[in-house]
DNA sequence: TATTGTTATACTCTATAACTATA
DNA sequence: TATAGTTATAGAGTATAACAATA
C-alpha cells in the first residue's frame, strides 16, 4: 500500500466517522436509532429472525440486540415469539404497522442527507454513487 | 431525485452509520478517540486554535470541545494558554510529542480499516478512491 | 448585552460479565 | 458442557442548560 493508500485511508477514516456522528446527531427525537431501523428493515424485508441472527447481522453483541429488541416491541413495531424448535430461541417478526413505519423513518432521517447532496456537482455525486455499493460491502465485513 | 436516488441516499446513510459504529469499536483501548485525534490532527497541522474554533470546525457543541481538549490535556498532548488579545478566549496548542502520537494512532486506528479494504477487487477501490474527496466534503459542510 | 469557555447533568448506544433456561 | 437470550453494570461520547468572566 502506497503512502497515498496510507492517507486516503485516514481520510476515508475521519470523513466516515464525522459523517456518521452527525447523521446520528440530526435524527428527530422520536424517531428509530439507526440500529434499530437497520433491524426493522431486515425483519419487514425476510420475515422473522431469532436475536442472535440479528445480531451477527448488525455486527453487536448479543446484549446490545437485546435493549434494541426491547425498544421495537415496546412500540409495537415488532413481536416475540418461541422459536418452533429450540426453547433457548425466540423470533422477532415485524408487525403489521412496521413497513410503514420503516418508509417513514427512512424519509425523515434521511432528509439531512439528501439536502446536503444538493450542494455536490454532478461528478461528486456520481463518484458518490458508484461507491455506495463498496461502503455498503465494507460496512458488513 | 428519483426513486433510484432515494434508495441509494438510505443506503449511503445506512453503510456509514455501521462502518461508522465498527470503526469506533475497533479502535485499541488507550488510543485516542476519533475526535481527539481528529483535534489533534489540525492543531498539529495549522498551529494554536481557540476552542471555539475547534468545535466549529469538528461540528460539536462547545462543552464536548471543553472535554476533547481536557482529555488531550491530561496526556500532556496539548497546552492550553491565555489568547493574546481577547482574555475571555484561550489558545490551545500541540506540544511536541503530540506529532509522534499523530502518527502512531491514525496508524493504529487505520489498520482495521487498511486491512479489510485488501478484501477489495481493484474496481471496487477505484470507486472508493474516487469517492474519499466526496465524503470528506460531505462531512464538513 | 453578547460572546467565550466551563461546569453540571443527562441521555443514547454499546460493551463485558454474570445468570437462567434449554440443548 | 455448550448455546441462546437476558439482566446488571459500566463506559464512551455527545448534548442542553446554567454559570462566570470578559468584551
New interface residues.
Partial sequence: ?SEAD?A?????????????????NQRADESLS?TQ??VL?ILVARGAMTPGELARH???QPPSMTRVIAGLEERGLVRRDPHPEDRRQITVTATEPAAEVVAES??L??AW??A??E??SDE?LA???????????????
Same sequence: chains 1, 2.
Avoid at 475521519?14 to 456522528?21: M, Q, T
Fill in positions: 500500500m496510507r486516503a485511508v485516514a481520510v476515508l477514516r475521519a470523513s466516515v466517522l464525522k459523517l456518521g456522528r452527525r447523521l446520528r439507526p431501523l437497520s428493515t448488525e455486527k453487536v427512512r424519509k432521517g434521511n442527507l439528501a446536503h447532496l450542494a455536490l461528486e463518484a458518490l454513487r458508484a461507491a455506495v455499493p463498496v461502503l455498503e460491502r465494507l460496512a458488513q465485513l
